[in-house]
């Protein structure tokens, strides 16, 4: 039986903030940002929205009443989720009106989180293969104001149907992955903004790939020649760069030439979105589905899962038969193009605004907010969210 990925949508804020603009508010070289790292733009959440409602968002677009009555498992993976007991996914289950008979759980491992759901839905379908798993990755990248990883802010959701007979990706066994105790990347409890070494993450991400990739091949006895192309985590798009740097000489120049192109379609999206944790491997192979067109059905691709801390995954699938019909590419790019620009001053007003941490009932301007699903505001210590229809929940 295959199962895997059988419907992806996505959704980011409305607001983006233009990399040259903040680089030189920083006093930084405009090419530090946009070469350097490779981001052109980073999405900012307004306070209507946080990692709840961009997920519900990115889901609405792909759910049909099939698939709400299907669908008995919500796996939400996240670190920057909204209660320390309540999983982020029961609100989006209310919120989408999904069956009342179903698991809902938020996953943690820092960027690692919806590749946790994803493999934890595999064994679900494979024993209840009439149901259906929707996995959730949906963060907001916060480091703060002028700090070292500021330009690698960003903040939206990548929502996926895993299933039995899937459209768009079959999953494949086996994978490889690997845990280390790492302090490249952490948040603790009391603190609102995360702790990263940048250096020792960046190797540690290198580590992990060369690890996690020579144990795959152990494994099954392939290569890069039977990849149509390799999907990274992206928490800046030159790391994608980075990683395949230290295998594509282990194929021919034809190899490396096809994996390098569609890294640079894998990376589209990104570029415009910036860090999404644990949405960001799934954008990427969002973006190469949408903007490559010589892919075809069979071609292997290749996923790899790093969250700090450490834990990291490589896995595969095979694209099949006529998924491009299964994409919302039309929409997704709607959405991006439709975004409204703000100034760096703007955007900074945005990131300090916060809500209160007292139990103060707040509300918010809905209005200001085109999405369907938004918070729209605080009482009695919780939060309101409102659909399309201006309901309260």
Request: overall charge negative; hydrophobic content about 40%; glycine content about 8%.
């Amino acid at each position: 039986m295959k199962i895997g990925i059988d419907k992806i949508g996505f959704y980011a804020p409305h607001l983006y903030v233009d990399m040259n603009n903040l680089a030189k508010a920083r006093d930084v070289e405009p090419a530090k940002f946009t070469i350097g790292i490779g981001q052109e733009k980073m999405a900012i959440a307004p306070l209507t929205q946080d990692a709840v409602t961009l997920a519900a968002n990115a889901a609405m677009e792909i759910l049909d009443d099939s698939d709400r009555a299907a669908v008995d498992f919500v796996i939400f993976g996240t670190e920057t989720g909204v209660d320390h007991s309540k999983a982020a996914g029961v609100y989006v289950h209310h919120l989408l009106n999904l069956q009342p008979h179903t698991r809902t759980v938020e996953v943690k491992q820092a960027c690692f989180g919806a590749t946790a759901g994803i493999q934890m839905a595999k064994g679900h379908i494979a024993l209840n293969p009439d149901s259906k798993v929707l996995v959730l990755a949906s963060d907001i990248a916060r480091y703060g104001l002028r700090t070292g990883g500021e330009a690698t802010q960003g903040a939206g959701a990548v929502a996926m149907i895993i299933s039995k007979d899937p459209k768009i990706l079959a999953l494949e066994e086996p994978s490889s992955y690997l845990t280390e105790d790492v302090m490249d990347f952490w948040r603790p409890v009391y603190s609102e903004y995360a702790q990263v070494d940048g250096k020792l993450s960046n190797e540690m991400y290198l580590s992990f790939f060369e690890k996690i990739w020579n144990a795959y091949k152990q494994k099954t006895g392939l290569g890069i020649g039977d990849f149509a192309a390799i999907c990274y985590h992206l928490p800046y798009t030159k790391m994608g760069l980075k990683a395949l740097r230290t295998i594509y000489d282990q194929g021919t120049e034809t190899d490396k030439d096809r994996l390098l192109e569609n890294l640079e379609y894998s990376k589209i999206y990104n570029k415009h979105v910036g860090n999404i944790y644990t949405g960001s491997l799934y954008l990427s192979f969002l973006s190469l589905l949408e903007h490559q067109s010589n892919l075809n059905a069979g071609d292997r691709i290749g996923l790899f899962s790093y969250g700090s801390g450490a834990v990291g995954e490589f896995f595969t699938g095979l694209l099949q038969p006529d998924y491009q019909v299964h994409l919302n590419t039309k929409q997704h790019q709607d959405l991006l193009a439709s975004r409204k620009e703000v100034s760096v001053e703007e955007y900074e007003q945005i990131f300090e605004a916060k809500l209160p941490k007292d139990g103060t009932d707040f509300e918010l301007d809905v209005d200001a907010d085109p999405a369907k699903i938004k918070l729209s505001g605080v009482g009695g210590h919780i939060r309101h969210y409102m659909n399309s229809s201006q309901v309260k929940v």
